[in-house]
């Protein structure tokens, strides 16, 4: 089931001074490798966690109608904006949002039908033939969980520390165990 962002956050969860705070960097030669930083670390822990840190829209595609749910991975889930989905001619119709409920709470959030609803009977292309059209993340910076934040200040850190690729041995094992332990209750499982 590919998942592709159509709007990424337009915010990042840490700001360029509280990134230089934590890097005891004061001048400003390095902001903008910082602010790269920041953005990869977020983008790392996003993928690894299955979460949106903060609010970004996504479309999560399928090729054929599922047999209960649809659970959709990135949280947490704000909305739902639309479920579409293409007949065997390439027809784009709507499903009615009446007839499903979209679950916020759980996590992930996902989609479930109304009792007495079905999934439509029609036949699906043979690729891609729905799609689910979502807003994932927290909708300030300071909602970002804090052990998430702290896993994103330990790798600007390790990369500020570490420009180059080097065998760096144990203290490399350090930081992926660090920043690992500090997502491990943030993750969002999947099971299949």
């Not at 689910?132 to 909602?143: C, P, Q, S």
Request: glycine residues 4%; charged residues 25%; negative net charge.
């Amino acid at each position: 089931m590919p998942l592709k962002l159509i709007t990424p956050p337009t915010s990042e969860p840490l700001s360029v001074a509280d990134a230089k705070l934590h890097c005891r960097v004061d001048v400003v030669d390095d902001d903008l490798l910082i602010s790269a930083w920041i953005k990869a670390a977020r983008r790392y822990i996003e993928r690894v966690s299955n979460r949106a840190l903060l609010t970004q829209t996504w479309e999560l595609w399928r090729d054929a109608w599922p047999v209960g749910d649809i659970d959709l991975w990135r949280s947490p889930l704000q909305s739902v904006t639309s479920v579409k989905y293409y007949d065997d001619n390439d027809v784009e119709s709507t499903l009615a949002a009446n007839a499903y409920i979209v679950d916020t709470i759980e996590e992930p959030g996902r989609i479930v039908l109304k009792t007495g609803q079905t999934w439509p009977s029609t036949t699906l292309r043979a690729a891609n033939g729905m799609v689910v059209r979502f807003v994932a993340g927290w909708t300030v910076a300071g909602d970002v969980p804090e052990p998430i934040r702290q896993a994103m200040y330990l790798l600007v850190g390790h990369w500020n520390e570490s420009r180059e690729a080097a065998a760096l041995g144990a203290v490399s094992r350090e930081i992926a165990f660090s920043v690992g332990a500090l997502l491990n209750n943030e993750r969002v499982f999947r099971f299949a």
